[in-house]
Nanobody, 126 residues
Framework: QAQLAESGGGSLQAGGSLRLSCIAY????????MAWFRQAPGKEREGVAS????????TYAASVKGRFTISRDNAKKTLYLQMNSLKPEDTAMYYC???????????????????WGQGTQVTVSS
């Protein structure tokens, strides 16, 4: 079973930056798409950004566009999320996800992703 592991979360003040990483290990998979989702306490899981592993094409949620950048190093099997100008409303548990299904590279349907990490907490204070 392929597994994903996130790292890089932490606590910081508004305006700061963090870079999250997600590495795939275990049985190898060839994901068509990888993504970052987040979930704040009492809220539904929401998509943040996705990236096609082949073309590098990306999609961002409106709330993070211009502040967050998703990228992937295919050789290292590592997904990144560079987060700049962080706001208190970015506070959440951040999850990486992967799918091998063509056409599933969306950020509004968490159910399209079969592989998930355990999450890394990001806390932004004002």
């Amino acid at each position: 079973q392929a597994q994903l592991a996130e790292s890089g979360g932490g606590s910081l003040q508004a305006g700061g930056s963090l870079r999250l990483s997600c590495i795939a290990y275990g049985n190898p998979i060839s994901p068509i798409c990888m993504a970052w989702f987040r979930q704040a306490p009492g809220k539904e899981r929401e998509g943040v950004a996705s990236i096609y592993t082949g073309t590098g094409g990306t999609t961002y949620a409106a709330s993070v566009k211009g502040r967050f950048t998703i990228s992937r190093d295919n050789a290292k099997k590592t997904l990144y999320l560079q987060m700049n100008s962080l706001k208190p409303e970015d506070t959440a548990m951040y999850y990486c996800a992967a799918t091998t299904v063509v056409g599933a590279c969306v950020i509004n349907r968490a159910s399209r992703y079969a592989y998930w990490g355990q999450g890394t907490q990001v806390t932004v204070s004002s």
